[in-house]
C-alpha cells in the first residue's frame, strides 16, 4: 500500500526566513511525487514534480529514495507563500492509477 | 481558468435527502476523481474513473456514488445525506500523473 505522511499540520516561519515542509512516503515500486499548493480560496494547483527538478515560485523539492522523502524547501519565505501545501504520490505501475495525498501542511508566513 | 467545473459551488441539505454534484471539464482528459477534504485528514479519494465504461471506488466510498455521464461530465451522489459527509469535495481530472482540479463544492448536511 501507498502512503504518504506530512508530519506538520501547521508550520508557522517569518518572512525572509528559509522554509521546509517535510514530506515521507511509503512505496515499494517507483513513485512519482508531487508537490500540490491551495492558496486561500482558490483550488488546488501543481506547485512541482520530482521528474521536472525546477524552482517553481523559488521552491524546490528533491526526492531522496534512501530516506524515502520529498520534502519542500524555499531559502526566503515570503508573505505570498501562505498557503496550504499537499505532497501527493502517483505509481507508475499501474499507469498512476490512484494519487494519494498526504494530510497536508499549512504554511502560515508572519510579516 | 475554467477549465474543471462544479456545480453547485455551495450546499446545505438536510439529513436522508439525495443530493448530486456536478462536474464538467473542457481538459478532454480521459480520467476523472472525485474526492472529500477535511481538516486534519487532507484529500481521500471517494470514486475515479478512466473512461466512460471504467468506475471504479477510492478508499471512502461507501455512503457514495458516481456516474460518468461522458468523457466530460462526472458527478458524484450521496444517497441519503448524514452529517458527517459535511466536507469540501473536489473534482480532478487527470492527465496521466498530474491532475487538475475544480474550484470546490462546500456541502453541509443539517
Known amino acids: 500500500a501507498q502512503r504518504v505522511t506530512q508530519p506538520e499540520k501547521l508550520l508557522s516561519v517569518f518572512k525572509g526566513a528559509p522554509v521546509e515542509l517535510k514530506c515521507n512516503y511509503s512505496?515499494?515500486?517507483?513513485?512519482?511525487l508531487f508537490w500540490y499548493v491551495q492558496y486561500s480560496r482558490q483550488r488546488l494547483q501543481l506547485l512541482l514534480r520530482?521528474?521536472s527538478r525546477e524552482s517553481i515560485k523559488g521552491f524546490t523539492a528533491d526526492l531522496n529514495k534512501g530516506e524515502t522523502s520529498f520534502h519542500l524547501k524555499k531559502p526566503f519565505a515570503q508573505e505570498e507563500d501562505s498557503a496550504m501545501y499537499y505532497c501527493?504520490?502517483?505509481?507508475?505501475?499501474?499507469?498512476?492509477?490512484?494519487?494519494?495525498f498526504g494530510t497536508g501542511t499549512k504554511l502560515q508566513v508572519i510579516p | 481558468d475554467a477549465d474543471v467545473t462544479q456545480t453547485p459551488r455551495n450546499r446545505i441539505t438536510k439529513t436522508g435527502k439525495r443530493i448530486m454534484l456536478e462536474c464538467s471539464q473542457t481538459?478532454?482528459?480521459?480520467?476523472m476523481y472525485w474526492y472529500r477534504q477535511d481538516p486534519g485528514l487532507g484529500l481521500r479519494l471517494i470514486y475515479y474513473?478512466?473512461?466512460?465504461?471504467?468506475?471504479n471506488k477510492g478508499e471512502i466510498s461507501d455512503g457514495y456514488s458516481v456516474s460518468r455521464q461522458a468523457q466530460a461530465k462526472f458527478s458524484l451522489s450521496l444517497e441519503s445525506a448524514i452529517p458527517n459527509q459535511t466536507a469540501l469535495y473536489f473534482c480532478?481530472?487527470?492527465?496521466?500523473?498530474?491532475?487538475?482540479f475544480g474550484p470546490g463544492t462546500r456541502l453541509t448536511v443539517t
Open positions: 520530482h521528474i
Open positions: 474513473s478512466f473512461d466512460v465504461k471504467d468506475i
Open positions: 480532478a481530472t487527470g492527465s496521466r500523473s498530474e491532475q487538475y
Open positions: 481538459k478532454g482528459h480521459d480520467r
Open positions: 501527493a504520490l502517483a505509481p507508475r505501475s499501474g499507469g498512476y492509477q490512484k494519487v494519494t
Open positions: 512505496y515499494s515500486g517507483s513513485p512519482e
